[in-house]
């Protein structure tokens, strides 16, 4: 059974760089999508990015600017970096596991399946 | 990028039938996920392509979609399934991007 556990500071000064990280464990981590989303305290839940199990990254592009998500496959993590971060990036962050799959060979779905159990970044001033 | 759009709250009586909506023009070429999220809990994946549901998801969740709407049904509302529902989606931009809908408040009365 695939886990995902996220780590890192819960405090970063404002104007400073966000980093967690994601470790997996039970599982590969080819042919998915390794995302990161964030929740901000009483709000939804907003895409910040992913990173294929190739490398390839997408990001929000709200965020571009600020992110980076890398992956190290021989340690199966993966890896969130938010620079010049501000009151406003103050959230749950959570890693997830991104599928796909297809029922007729040409139109495909995508799913987060395995999610880790967030982790609460806090950004002072 | 696309918006997805879900309406704030949702009420139904226990043991009802609820439909939660999910609007955006990205949901006429791709489908809609739907995720539950309890207080102080990670999102749990409830369903995902035409109307799949992962092993340990109750069979009174379903999914449908027409057009530029995707809906979450649930069927014969319990006490737990007292949630918020998110809806989300690849965005229309031909890459990997991901939107998601606001979120729905679920209350079981």
């Known amino acids: 059974q695939v886990q995902l556990q996220e780590s890192g500071p819960g405090l970063v000064k404002s104007s400073e760089t966000l980093s967690l990280s994601c470790t997996v464990s039970g599982g590969s981590m080819s042919a998915y999508y390794w995302t990161w989303i964030r929740q901000p305290p009483g709000k939804g839940l907003e895409w910040i990015g992913n990173v294929y199990y190739s490398g390839i990254t997408n990001y929000n592009p709200s965020l571009k600017s600020r992110v980076t998500i890398s992956l190290d496959t021989s340690k199966k993590q993966f890896s969130l970096k938010l620079s010049s971060v501000t009151a406003a990036d103050t959230a749950v962050y959570y890693c997830?596991?991104?599928?796909?799959?297809?029922?007729?060979?040409?139109?495909?779905?995508?799913?987060?399946?395995?999610w880790g159990r967030g982790t609460t970044v806090t950004v002072s001033s | 990028s696309s918006e997805l759009t879900q309406d704030p709250a949702v009420s139904v009586a226990l043991g009802q039938t609820v439909r939660i909506t999910c609007q955006g023009d990205t949901l006429r070429r791709n489908y809609a996920t739907w995720y539950q999220q309890k207080p102080g809990q990670a999102p749990l994946l409830v369903i995902y392509g035409k109307n799949n549901r992962p092993s340990g998801v109750a069979d009174r969740f379903s999914g449908s979609s027409s057009g530029n709407t995707a809906s979450l049904t649930i069927t014969g509302a319990q006490a737990e399934d007292e949630a918020d529902y998110y809806c989300e989606s690849r965005d229309n931009d031909g890459n990997h991007h991901v939107v998601f809908g606001g979120g729905t408040k679920l209350t079981v009365l």
């Open positions: 997830a596991r991104r599928g796909s799959g297809s029922e007729d060979g040409s139109n495909y779905y995508y799913y987060m399946d395995v």
